[in-house]
Nanobody, 120 residues
Framework: QVQQVESGGGLVQTGGSLRLSCAAS?????????GGWYRQAPGKERELVTT???????YYADSVKGRFTISRDNAKNTLYLQMNSLKPEDTAMYYC?????????????WGQGTQVTVFS
């Protein structure tokens, strides 16, 4: 089972940028899984933000399209999330995970997450 450690969150003003990192204990990618970032705002359910396949194909939720960019470093078993033009509604705890390709659902346990807070 993959274990992951997220980092890079913080407090940022509206319009600012942050880069999140997710260091995994081994590769998140397999024939059945890809890498993804989720977020959970207070009082809301955890939602899928973005995914990246081993081949580099990406998916973005409409709410972050054009502002967030997911990338990976396979040699380091690390996922990144570059977040630009941040909005207060991006405030949430962010988590990375392996995502099952067939169902777009997370696999395995969650890490501790990294908090992103955007103030206006």
């Amino acid at each position: 089972q993959v274990q992951q450690v997220e980092s890079g969150g913080g407090l940022v003003q509206t319009g600012g940028s942050l880069r999140l990192s997710c260091a995994a204990s081994r590769s998140i990618f397999s024939i059945n899984t890809m890498g993804g970032w989720y977020r959970q705002a207070p009082g809301k359910e955890r939602e899928l933000v973005t995914t990246i396949s081993n081949g580099g194909r990406t998916y973005y939720a409409d709410s972050v399209k054009g502002r967030f960019t997911i990338s990976r470093d396979n040699a380091k078993n690390t996922l990144y999330l570059q977040m630009n033009s941040l909005k207060p509604e991006d405030t949430a705890m962010y988590y990375c995970a392996a995502v099952r390709i067939s169902t777009m659902t997370p696999v395995g346990s969650w890490g501790q997450g990294t908090q992103v807070t955007v103030f206006s």
